[in-house]
């Protein structure tokens, strides 16, 4: 595990220095947990074609995801030049339209998403325990000392306190 969050502190990095070219070259959006998101779409004049012309829904998709594959593949290729491509997977294809499709990339050694959620807890739980503890030392340091661990979880993966 703990590979993996010095994997993922890299992970974050390489987005870091790469975020301008990244949201610039790809129309690409990056979220507090560093998962990247684009859209792809067919060209409008492209579609009105294939719309008017074809009429048919099944041209439009194959159309579209020969569009999909066209960016993954760029997206692939710029990974690999700036040695992101061990840290990032695909999390998330979704059509939300007739010719739009959103593509969501994201860190593949663990979920982040998942993480996040369980550190939530575990700092929830560990502040109720800090607050019962006060009747008793005892039973306060344990739960002082995992509501910190949680804490500093949290400011090593994403640079802050609360998400």
Do not use: A, C, H
């Not at 993480?115 to 739980?125: D, E, G, P, Q």
């Amino acid at each position: 595990m703990t590979k993996s969050i010095l994997n993922y502190i890299r992970y974050r990095k390489l987005i870091e220095e790469n975020r301008e070219e990244l949201e610039n070259d790809f129309d690409i959006k990056i979220d507090k947990i560093y998962r990247l998101g684009t859209r792809v779409s067919l060209p409008e004049n492209k579609f009105i074609v294939l719309k008017e012309y074809k009429n048919s829904e099944l041209d439009i998709y194959k159309s579209l995801n020969d569009e999909v594959k066209k960016t993954i593949t760029k997206l692939d290729r710029f990974f690999m030049q700036k040695n992101l491509v061990e840290y990032i997977g695909i999390f998330n294809i979704d059509r939300v339209d007739v010719n739009l499709v959103t593509i969501i990339l994201s860190y593949r050694l663990f979920d982040v998403i998942k993480l996040t959620k369980i550190n939530r807890i575990i700092s929830l739980f560990s502040f109720l325990g800090l607050s019962i503890g006060f009747w008793d030392i005892w039973y306060m340091i344990p739960f002082g000392v995992v509501l910190f661990l949680s804490l500093l979880l949290n400011v090593v993966l994403f640079k802050k306190l609360f998400i």
